[in-house]
């Protein structure tokens, strides 16, 4: 359901353009990059929500501070991304700074929920978006710096970009319940930091410099 949905809100309207169906027909390799920007992301900030319900008390709070957290360290990541150069070796670099950091939040998160379990809400809450902001930072900055260089080299693909992005992130939501109920939230977690790790191979080696 998720899929159809997804294909009707994000596919159809762009279908419906013959100029943008011919720079999906000339670009559906870049693409890829922006599938696994969605789909990881989405799989960070369901796990997430999921390892936090505990620490923060209720699944209410949980949602809310990593929401609130991914979108306020994602948009300073964002901002920030004009300083990045928007060509392919540096956007490499990154994007395997984006899964390290994923890793690294998942390995060391359990030693800050453990060690402040007792404290007051609004303590844990402050824990809870210290704990994300790295990862949250850095995850914000790949989507923009794509759009950019695909702006410098003039090609009528960032319609289909957000479409992939949206469409991945929507179906990546219900993919990552999936995965983890058969395997484990681990899974979905590390599945995420290979999306953004496997990124990089779907740029364009000759893309001109801005």
Do not use: K
Not at 70 to 83: E, K, P, Q, Y
Not at 125 to 136: D, H, Q, R, S
Not at 178 to 193: I, Q
């Amino acid at each position: 359901e998720a899929a159809l949905l997804s294909l009707v809100f994000f596919g159809l309207p762009l279908m419906t353009r013959p100029d943008l169906r011919d720079a999906l027909r000339r670009g559906r390799r870049s693409l890829g990059y922006f599938a696994c920007l969605g789909a990881g992301f989405i799989f960070v900030e369901i796990c997430l929500i999921q390892r936090l319900i505990l620490f923060l008390g209720a699944p209410v709070y949980s949602i809310a501070t990593i929401l609130c957290s991914l979108l306020v360290f994602a948009g300073l990541g964002s901002l920030a991304s004009g300083r990045i150069p928007a060509e392919p070796r540096a956007m490499r670099g990154l994007l395997w700074a984006v899964a390290a950091a994923v890793l690294l939040t998942y390995h060391l998160m359990p030693l800050a929920t453990d060690a402040f379990l007792g404290s007051p809400l609004g303590v844990r809450i402050g824990v809870a978006m210290a704990c994300t902001g790295v990862a949250g930072f850095l995850m914000g900055m790949p989507m923009p710096t794509a759009i950019r260089m695909l702006s410098a080299e003039n090609r009528p693909l960032i319609p289909w970009a957000w479409a992939t992005n949206g469409f991945f992130t929507v179906v990546g939501s219900a993919v990552a319940v999936l995965l983890a109920s058969t395997v484990s939230f681990g899974a979905v977690f590390h599945s995420a930091a290979a999306l953004y790790a496997l990124a990089p191979l779907f740029l364009r080696r000759d893309a001109p410099r801005p």
